[in-house]
Structure formats: C-alpha cells, structure tokens
C-alpha cells in the first residue's frame, strides 16, 4: 500500500522560508517521478516542482529560483526549500508520485505566507 505524507507546512511571513517534507511508503522514490502541487484558494492545483527518477529538477517559472526539490533516497524522502516566501505562495502543498501512469498522492500541508 503506496502511502504519501506531507509534513512542515505552517505559518510564515512574507520573506521568510518553509521546508515541506514528503515520507514515502510502499513506492520507492528512487526510481519513480515525484511532484509537487499546490492548490491556492480559488485556484486550480498547479504543479510546481518535479525531480525525475534521475534527478533531473524541473520548477515552474513562479517559483524558480526560490524553491528547491531534493530527496533522500536512505529515507524515501522528497523535500520542497521554499526561500523568500510570498503572500501568493499560499496554498495547500501536495506531494505526488507517479508510477507509469497512475499517480499516488498525499493529504496536503497548509502553507501560509502573510503579508
């Protein structure tokens, strides 16, 4: 059973910096594509940040150069390092694993960024 969860979301102001963790179960992320979404409030989920089974980095352009994708393969862990926080980063933060064509995903951490 493929189990995904997310953890480290929370409260920040603007400028500050979040790091979400991702601990994965039954999948291993070393040789799957692992994603991360965020959904903001009354917006369509949108993805963000992706690492291939190879390592390979992909970022959206809104938050290129402030956010970082990495993962731990000992601890099956993909990680999100979000730098210089903006109010519209706000959003819920999904942690998303595809596997061929079907995709795993976690419950989502809350990411707050006041003004």
């Known amino acids: 059973q493929v189990q995904l969860v997310e953890s480290g979301g929370g409260l920040v102001q603007a400028g500050g910096s979040l790091r979400l963790s991702c601990v994965a179960s039954?999948?291993?992320?070393?040789?799957?594509?692992t994603n991360w979404h965020r959904q903001g409030p009354g917006k369509q989920r949108e993805l963000v940040a992706s690492?291939?089974?190879?390592?390979?980095?992909e970022y959206s352009d809104s938050v290129k150069g402030r956010f970082t994708i990495a993962r731990d393969i000992a601890k099956n862990t993909v990680y999100l390092q979000m730098n210089s926080l903006k109010p519209e980063d706000t959003a819920v933060y999904y942690c998303?694993?595809?596997?061929?064509?079907?995709?795993?995903w976690g419950q989502g951490t809350q990411v707050t960024v006041s003004s």
């Open positions: 039954g999948i291993a992320l070393s040789i799957n594509n």
């Open positions: 998303n694993v595809q596997r061929g064509v079907r995709g795993y």
């Open positions: 690492i291939s089974s190879g390592g390979s980095t």
